[in-house]
């Protein structure tokens, strides 16, 4: 199983979801346009069987600065048109969403930390998040942009009113999240630690917060994971036989 995976920080990567991948001997194919010019995106999908799109700081419409975000919808374009699973996650979502003609926008305040996730009735008729997970769940969050849903898709996970569109899934199997379900607790505390100036400016007392949010909320979070992420590497392994 070979996974083309768009990573944009070294800090940003699968984590959690390495697990359920290490039950397929998934193997990962980095590209980070981000940090090396001559990580280029493929011209088509030949020769991977699924397609991943991590976090990043920038945001899916910067395009005349970062322009392989144009290249990146594409070849999410390109996967879902064979059928081959696609799973974008923060700004990944906001890619896939983008892909399909849906808008892209700022939040009025920036969502980090530890949010509450309501399943919607679609997603508990969904193949990955038609399971059983810890109730109330509560994923991580580090965004200052959303999206619509585009037309077609299904909506999967509700947010807070701020930030209703949390998930959904369009065609068979390209899904777009916008919590970092696969974050780790070490992971998301560099991630609070560095930040210059959102979580000053939104979350100012989220540092000392974070400790004991992550003591309630960890056991959860990687729960969904791995369910989640195992479920979608079904699906890869499914598709590859059937092809």
């Known amino acids: 199983m070979k996974v083309l995976l768009l990573q944009h920080h070294l800090s940003s990567g699968p984590a959690y979801l390495y697990e359920p991948a290490a039950r397929h001997d998934a193997v990962f194919d980095a590209r980070m346009p981000h940090l090396e010019t001559d990580h ?6 030949s020769g991977f069987d699924a397609y991943m799109l991590m976090g990043g700081i920038m945001n899916a419409g910067d395009v005349a600065e970062f322009p392989w975000l144009d290249q990146a919808a594409e070849v999410v374009r ?37 949010i509450e996730a309501k399943v919607t009735a679609g997603g508990r008729d969904d193949r990955l998040l038609g399971q059983e997970f810890i109730d109330p769940l509560f994923l991580a969050e580090f965004h200052s942009q959303t999206f619509d849903i585009p037309e077609g898709g299904t909506k999967l996970i509700e947010g807070l009113p701020s930030c209703p569109n949390q998930a959904f899934r369009i065609a068979a199997a390209t899904y777009a999240f916008q919590p970092h379900f696969e974050v780790t607790p070490a ?4 991630w609070v630690e560095s930040s210059d100036k959102l979580v000053a400016q939104f979350v100012p007392d989220l540092p000392t917060q974070l400790p004991n949010l992550l003591n309630l909320h960890h056991y959860g979070a990687h729960d ?3 369910k989640v992420g195992a479920a979608w590497f079904d699906l890869v392994a499914e598709r590859m036989r059937r092809s």
């Open 224 to 226: 969904f994971c791995w």
């Open 40 to 45: 280029m995106l493929p011209d088509d999908d």
């Open 187 to 190: 992971s998301m505390t560099q």
């Open 78 to 114: 390109l996967f879902t048109a064979a059928e081959k699973p696609v799973l974008g996650i923060c700004l990944g979502s906001q890619i896939i969403a983008r892909a399909f003609g849906a808008r892209t926008y700022d939040l009025e305040a920036s969502e980090i930390g530890y």
